[in-house]
């Protein structure tokens, strides 16, 4: 599984891919929209890296991470939606003072490679046998 981090925006949308313990590739300015995601998708494909290979791993903020998740969870993707406080102790664990969209986005990313993130059974999907994430 390969993590990766979306930093999610009302209009940009910031990604950055985990590809191994030392190495990642970053995507910025993505729109937040159905077409940016499938760039998002094309993007990992270019590396290699199929949905059913990808973790994906999101804040929630606002509402703004809702369409990503279900466009991604859809595609095949691996989906965690995390409370945003759990990302940025998280970073503080790692010595991360910066904060950028670009580096929010790579520490999501890790964040997700360590397990932390968890995928669990949300109501709307039980019933469709599908696993999806919770805010």
Not at 1 to 25: E, T, V, W
Not at 53 to 64: F, I, Q, R
Not at 80 to 101: G, M
Request: glycine letters at 6%; a negative charge.
């Amino acid at each position: 599984m390969f993590a990766l981090g979306l930093d999610i925006g009302k209009d940009p949308l910031y990604a950055h891919l985990q590809i191994n313990d030392d190495l990642g590739q970053s995507l910025q300015d993505l729109p937040n929209t159905p077409t940016g995601f499938e760039r998002l998708l094309q993007w990992a494909q270019q590396h290699d890296v199929t949905p059913t290979e990808l973790h994906v791993v999101m804040e929630a903020t606002g509402v703004y991470w809702e369409k990503c998740a279900n466009v991604l969870f859809h595609a095949g993707c691996t989906v965690s939606v995390v409370n945003p406080t759990s990302i940025k102790y998280f970073a503080r664990t790692k010595l991360k003072r910066s904060k950028t969209d670009k580096m929010d986005a790579a520490v999501i990313a890790l964040y997700g490679a360590t397990d932390a993130a968890e995928t669990l059974v949300t109501p709307q999907h039980r019933t469709a046998g599908t696993q999806a994430t919770r805010p």
